[in-house]
């Protein structure tokens, strides 16, 4: 079984520019979250989707957007990059929203904003 | 918003030895905790997890304990092996999930 596939794995953008992320859950998994995490630091919930509907929202500025396919894959937007925006875009799937569940996660996207 | 605090960047041990990661919370919420593991150019990787309502769970040679009153657990991984090390990540669920910064456990032969 082909677990949380993540595209692409390294991107360069340049400020001011937008990026689209797409994750590809397990198969049967219907929930999508986002993670972004920063050197050193442990991953910050940007958003939660579940069937297709937002179920939460991280501390993240509208910048940020993201949406769930009816095959529940997901994309995550993000308009005029900043240089803090580089980081590692982790994408975890689950069967359910709760964390009785686990999450698995994907290798991630490495953003790097110039 | 730190809801979930791992206060050790790091920790050394010898193989063999006990090694006990340490994570914080603070929002009464949360009814699950889990442990990650991640290894370098890899997403995090479920290690263990245990429900607010019980106090300790164990899977071989991985336990966690849960302090609901102190609002703290613990990650007890005996004996601690050289490839047991990683960053080790406490998390904290309840419609989502929050991660602390992660604790860097080496292990030395």
């Known amino acids: 079984d082909a677990g949380v596939t993540q595209s692409p794995t390294h991107l360069i953008k340049t400020r001011g520019q937008q990026v689209t992320l797409r994750c590809s859950p397990i198969?049967?998994?219907?929930?999508v979250s986002w993670y972004q995490q920063v050197l050193g630091q442990g991953p910050q919930f940007i958003f939660q989707y579940y069937e297709k509907e937002e179920r939460g929202r991280g501390n993240f500025p509208d910048r940020f957007s993201a949406r769930q396919f009816p095959n529940y894959s997901s994309e995550l937007n993000v308009n005029a990059l900043l240089l803090g925006d580089s980081a590692l875009y982790l994408c975890?799937?689950?069967?359910?929203?709760?964390?009785?569940?686990?999450?698995?996660f994907g290798s991630g996207t490495r953003l790097t904003v110039v | 918003d730190q809801q979930v605090k791992q206060n050790s960047p790091s920790l050394s041990v010898q193989e063999g030895r006990i090694s006990i990661l340490n994570c914080d919370y603070t929002?009464?919420?949360?009814?699950?905790f889990l442990w990650y593991k991640k290894y370098p150019a890899e997403g995090p990787t479920f290690l263990i997890s245990i429900s607010s309502i019980k106090d300790k769970n164990e899977d071989g040679r991985f336990t966690v304990f849960l302090n609901k009153s102190a609002k703290h657990l613990s990650l007890h991984i005996v004996p601690s092996q050289p490839g047991d090390s990683a960053v080790y990540f406490c998390a904290a669920s309840a419609w989502d999930m929050r991660f602390g910064a992660g604790t860097r456990l080496t292990v030395k032969p």
């Open positions: 975890a799937s689950s069967l359910k929203t709760r964390g009785e569940y686990g999450y698995t």
């Open positions: 929002n009464s919420m949360f009814d699950y």
């Open positions: 198969s049967g998994h219907k929930s």
